[in-house]
């Protein structure tokens, strides 16, 4: 079956440590999001690629860095400048081929600080 | 920056019961409308989505929505609910005023009472 793969499902980090969420899809889509979500706030996104060796600041990208080397494949780094990373990290993905498309979300994965 | 506007925080409602959860958009051009559903710890779920032609748009578990132009509404409806369906519910736009990304509303978490 076609989705979405995050992992890990849960994930700690320690003082000043950078750490690296992974996401893979085989939709063969286009475009990939990186979304923040913390109680009571509903979604934020963080990191958008339309194209591979593409991508764009959200609205919360400070403390955040993302790569797309390959299509299938958009892992974000929550860096030791995010000072706040405890959340739910949701990665989705849609086809580019047209606006009205849906975005498809992963299972995400939840950062605590140590 | 454009918002989605879920007015209710929290629905609690008893089963077999029916339920409206609401939204509105801000945007003077067509856009385009969608509701998911999130259980906890997972990702977000496509129940519906409106693009054109019939204001009135079914989903997945029994669940409907109609658009509303003049209003700028898009609420999302079941006529009778199930223990199941508790879970938080999230409003998403794209398009128009929105731009191409999507903007998610904050959300409304659905109790479903015995």
């Known amino acids: 079956d076609g989705g979405i793969t995050q992992s890990p499902k849960y994930l700690f980090r320690k003082e000043g440590q950078n750490v690296t969420l992974s996401c893979e899809q085989n939709?063969?889509?286009?475009?990939m999001y990186w979304y923040r979500q913390d109680p009571g706030q509903g979604l934020r996104l963080i990191y958008y690629s339309q194209i591979v060796n593409d991508f764009q600041k959200g609205d919360i990208a400070e403390g955040y860095s993302v790569s797309r080397e390959k299509k299938e494949s958009f892992p974000l780094t929550v860096t030791s400048a995010q000072k706040n990373p405890t959340a739910f990290y949701l990665c989705?993905?849609?086809?580019?081929?047209?606006?009205?498309?849906?975005?498809?979300f992963g299972d995400g994965t939840r950062l605590s600080i140590l | 920056a454009q918002s989605v506007t879920q007015l209710d925080s929290q629905v609690p409602v008893f089963e077999e019961a029916p339920v409206e959860l609401r939204c509105n958009y801000s945007?003077?051009?067509?856009?385009?409308l969608f509701w998911y559903v999130q259980y906890p710890n997972q990702g977000l779920q496509l129940l519906l989505k409106y693009l054109s032609g019939s204001t009135l748009v079914k989903g997945i578990n029994g669940f409907e929505a109609e658009f509303n132009k003049s209003q700028t509404s898009f609420h999302l409806r079941k006529p009778s609910v199930h223990i199941s369906d508790t879970a938080e519910y999230f409003c998403?736009?794209?398009?128009?005023?929105?731009?191409?990304?999507?903007?998610f509303g904050p959300g409304t978490r659905l109790s479903v009472l015995p």
């Open positions: 989705a993905s849609r086809t580019g081929s047209g606006r009205g498309q849906p975005q498809h």
């Open positions: 945007s003077s051009v067509s856009v385009y």
């Open positions: 939709l063969n889509h286009d475009a």
């Open positions: 998403a736009v794209s398009g128009g005023n929105y731009g191409q990304n999507f903007v």
